[in-house]
Structures are given as C-alpha cells and as structure tokens.
C-alpha cells in the first residue's frame, strides 16, 4: 500500500497496469486497493497544481495570523472549523508562538484580502487581533518547487 | 564547465582527422577505440534523442550532500588531504563495511581514497600486475578493465558469460582459464550492463578456485547498494577472501556523485600500500570537496539512497515487462540500473539495431558488443531515466520493431 501511495502521490494520472507492474501485483488488485484507499479516505483527493499567474489569472495570497480568546468549552477547534468555511480561506493551521491561528487567503486583489480580513475574519467575536503579510513570490509549494527545475546535463551516451 | 558539444565534437575530430601521431606510445595506439565513444558521436547529431544510453544516475546529488560540499568550500577546505583521504571518511567507510557485511576493515591502513572506482581499479592493475601476468575479466563488463590491465603490463584473458546462466561467472569456466601465469580475477556485481548479481553460493565456489590456484582478486562492487532482489554479498565477507582481496566501491551510483569523482578501495594493508604508493605519486589525493560530500553521504544519506533504490526498482519492472513485450527476450536483471535485452530474433546485429533504432526512432541504447565479444545479439538498455522517458522510449521502440 505504501508503495503505490509512493507512485502515486507525484502523479496520480499513471495508469494502474503500470503501478501493477512496478509493484509485482496484478492490475485489478492494484485497481481494488487504490480504491480501499480512497474509501478509507487515506486518499483524501486528488488535486491538480495550476500555475494560475501562467494561465493569465492573477491571484494575491496572504498569510493572515489570528490572535484568539478561548471560550473554554470549545476550546481553538470551533473558531478554527468557523474559518475554514469561507472558500477564500486556503488553509488553516493551529500554530504555536505569539498567535494562535495560521490562514493562508487568497483574493483578486490585495483589497479584495484586506477588506475580507478586515470584515470577515477581525469582525468574529473571538479574534482579538490579527497581522495579515501579503505573499509576494511563492517559491516551493506543498514540496513542489516553483521555479525551474534542476537537470542533470549527462552526457546521451556514457559508460 | 560544460559539456558543449562544439568542445566535444572539436574533440573527436581531432582525433579523426588523424594528425601526426608519431608522438604516441605503440601501447596506446594499440588499445582499439571504445565502441562507447563512436555511439556518443552519432547520437550529438541528433536532436530530440531519448537516451537509454547513460550509465549514471538521472538523478541530481542529494541536496545536503552538495550542501556539506558548498559549506566546505565556505570554510576554505580546498587544499589537500592525506594521501588515504580524510581519516573521518575513512573511519565511515569502515563502519559501514562492518555494519553491512560484517567486515573488519582498519581505516588507517587497509582503505584508501581514490578518484572515482575508476581510479581505484586502474590503481589495483597497476599495484599487482607484473609484465606478462594474466588477469582473468569475466565479459560483458564495464569497458574499463581490459584496457587497464593492458596498461598496467597484464594481458586480460576474457571468460565469457551467457543469459541461460544469468550472466553470472561459473567457478568451472573460471578454472578452465587459469594458466600458470594467471594472477587474479576481476569479479563485477551487481553487473554493468547485464544488472546480473551473484549468489553467496556462486562466491563461495569462486572463492574456493581463487585458493587453489592462490589468486588474487579485483572486485568493483559500485552498484552494490542497488540489488533489487536479496541484498549484495561483498566478496571479501567470504572466509579467507579479505587478504587476497581489493574491494573497489564508490558514491557515484548509490548516492548520485558521478561528477564528484569519489571511490574507494579496501583490501589488507599490503595491497592498499602498494595501491597508495601509486596513488601517492599520480594523483597524490582525491578532491577535497567531493571527500566532505561522502562524508556527509555516508552520515546522513541512506534515506535518499533507498528512496533512489525504490524508483529504479519500479523503472526496472516497468522496463523489463516492455522489452519482453516487444519480443526482446530480457533476462531479470537485480542489480545496477541496466536492462540486457536479446536483440537475436531480429537478425540484426547490436550494431545494426542500435545504429537503426537511433536514425529511425531517436532512442539511444548501447549495443552489447561493446562490452564484450560474448555481448552480440544484446543491448544495454539503462532505466536510469524517468519513467515518462522509459515508456515514450520504449513506444518509440515498438514502433521500430513493427517496421522491421
Ligand atoms: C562497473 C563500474 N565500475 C566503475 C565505474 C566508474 O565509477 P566511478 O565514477 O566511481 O569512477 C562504473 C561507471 O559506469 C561502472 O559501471
């Protein structure tokens, strides 16, 4: 299972004859295990990394730090399940340090940020502050780098 | 520094145009031109090759061992170390013999730090072979033996190995070429370009020749870390083996440093100070930087190398059932990163195949032949490459065959 969790994670696209031969097993026990593993949600999805800045779309992200008074019962779970409901909010995070909430937002414009912060998120009863830092150049994702990728210059033909 | 290829072309025609050679040597002249290089030519012509002809990793060096090499750098380690390289390398290649194969190896006389493997069998012809000795190379195999032994003084004596025997030396061919003048044996497994491995047994009947006839042995265990199948059994592990034994190994296949140039040699301390004695005289020691990389790759680089070792295992299913599926009978390689297809239902020849699969579909492999005169009617194919390159390569292919 954690060999074809290892196929996969870079390129979920590859065809399951292929996992089957890299793994010794055969296609349709590859294909039923995959799907056990979907079921079981050990596959949560999958995902497609778009470089929207190439594709003509401009995005502004914005790591947005919360400061929060606990009410005790529910303790961080019910703010923070709160906050991940709005689409524009990317991630978030229980973190440790001077704040207590780590957002990633993402907006059309740096006022489209500001003013969904300003209004949506420092408007909650429980965020006692918040320290929002515009992205301004993205350079590994989700261990993806972003830039050009290195290549070995081998030789085509060597010993 | 790169490989352009206005330098190499200026290179190769150079020596094609065959300008005044009166300066160089009747032994040189005599060493015949490696098949590898004429291939490299043919393939520089070409645009948009997918090349099954690399015999290194696609893979770039772990970044922390490049780090530890930059960070020494930084700290101005550039200047020479002891002729047997950095104690502290030493001490780790020492400790990993004996966690690995349960060797002890004395890292103040019995290793020695060498440029590259290559470096380290040349300085083994050289330290053992007097004129006229006979070195026994089992074929196909890495083309650098041969022409070492040649010039060391030795005359390298061919034992052929075939498919129906996995391409694994047989102890009894082994025999059948020992003369009295016969000095030692050149043992290469896991195997470029068959990817054979031997079995302990296999060693052990070896090792029982090599004591009756009191050879000494050269085995070049480079791609020991990549076995797929079992692990590697290293030769001097086999009682009585380690003093008439030199064990070549090196950081460019397991951890991805082909161009750092690192190697090493380990054997019992006369035959590591006769080595060092030549060492010390023509390469006095290897590179500094690369020395702080294996250090750091021998501490810290075992998770890469598996996670390596991983991705070339699933390319070489993957390449394996291709072939096979082409009608390219391809023995189960388990070790290194080579797949050894017969090319003999096609009638072709390696040469004719290989030339033809380049010029018609721009898939570059080597032919067999160039290894060896017992590797006709194979290719070397290495899955050294991304699995993306193997699968357009290997369609490329089928559609060679089917235009055949
Ligand atoms: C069997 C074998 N030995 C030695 C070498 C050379 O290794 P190094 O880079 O350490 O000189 C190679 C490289 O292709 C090889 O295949």
């Known amino acids: 299972m954690k060999e074809i969790l290892e196929i996969i994670e870079n390129n979920p696209r590859i065809d399951p004859r292929e996992i089957a031969t890299m793994t010794g097993i055969t296609e349709a026990a590859a294909a039923s295990k ?101 992205v301004l150049r993205t350079y590994k994702e989700d261990g993806d780098v972003l830039f050009e990728k290195e290549r070995s210059e081998r030789l085509a033909v060597s010993p | 520094m790169s490989y352009s290829r206005k330098n190499v072309r200026n290179v190769l025609l150079y020596h094609r145009d065959g300008m005044s050679d009166k300066f160089v040597s009747t032994r040189v002249k005599e060493i015949p031109p490696s098949g590898i290089r004429k291939f490299f030519d043919l393939v520089l012509e070409m645009d948009g090759v997918i090349s099954l002809g690399v015999g290194e990793p696609d893979f770039v060096t772990p970044w922390h061992i490049r780090e530890a090499c930059i960070y020494s750098l930084e700290k101005g380690m550039t200047s020479y170390t002891s002729n047997l390289g950095l104690l502290e390398l030493r001490e780790l290649i020492s400790k990993c013999y004996r966690n690995d194969y349960d060797i002890d190896y004395d890292p103040g006389s019995e290793i020695l730090v060498t440029t590259g493997v290559s470096e380290a069998a040349d300085l083994a012809f050289r330290a053992i072979i007097n004129p006229g000795d006979e070195i026994i190379v089992p074929e196909p195999c890495y083309v650098s033996y041969k022409p070492s032994v040649f010039l060391a003084g030795g005359v390298p004596v061919p034992v052929p190995t075939y498919c129906e025997n996995e391409f694994r030396a047989g ?58 199948d079992g692990s590697h059994t290293c030769f001097s592990s086999l009682s009585g083996m380690k003093e008439r034994s030199i064990i070549l ?113 721009k898939v570059a492999v080597v032919p067999g032949d160039v290894f060896g005169g017992c590797g006709e ?17 290997l369609g490329r292919m089928e559609a060679f065959i089917d235009s055949l």
């Open chain 1, 34 to 134: 995959i799907k056990e593993m979907e079921k079981k949600g050990i596959i949560r999805k999958y995902k497609t990394v778009i470089d929207w800045e190439k594709a003509g779309e401009e995005f502004v992200y914005a790591i947005i730090e919360i400061k929060v008074v606990l009410r005790s019962r529910t303790g961080y779970d019910a703010i923070a399940e709160r906050i991940a409901k709005f689409p524009e909010v990317r991630s978030v995070r229980l973190i440790s340090g001077d704040h207590d909430l780590s957002l990633t937002v993402r907006g059309k414009s740096m006022k489209d940020v500001a003013f969904f912060v300003a209004e949506k998120i420092a408007t909650l009863e429980q965020v006692q502050g918040t320290v929002t830092h515009f």
């Open chain 2, 171 to 228: 102890a009894d061919q082994i025999k059948e070429s020992i003369t009295e003048r016969t000095k030692a044996l050149v043992l290469s497994y896991p195997n470029n370009p068959t990817g054979a491995v031997m079995r302990k047994s296999d060693l052990e009947e070896i090792a029982d020749v090599v004591v009756e006839n009191d050879l000494a042995v050269i085995s070049d265990e480079v791609y020991g870390k990549l076995t797929y």
């Open chain 2, 249 to 361: 190994n090196g950081f460019s296949k397991s951890h991805a440093m082909t161009g750092l140039r690192l190697g090493y040699a380990a054997g019992s301390e006369p035959l590591i100070a006769a080595m060092t004695k030549v060492h010390q005289y023509s390469m006095l020691c290897a590179p500094v930087t690369a020395q702080m990389g294996g250090i750091e790759a021998l501490k810290n680089g075992d998770g890469e190398m598996k996670k390596m070792v991983r991705e070339y295992d699933r390319r070489r299913r993957l390449i394996v059932r291709g072939l096979n599926k082409l009608g390219l009978e391809c023995f189960e390689p388990k070790g290194a990163f080579y797949a050894f297809p017969s090319i003999k239902s096609t009638g072709m020849t390696s040469e004719q195949f290989a030339s033809r699969l380049l010029k018609e579909q």
């Open chain 2, 377 to 393: 009617g194979y290719l070397r194919c290495s899955y050294a490459t991304s699995r993306e390159e193997l699968i357009e390569a």
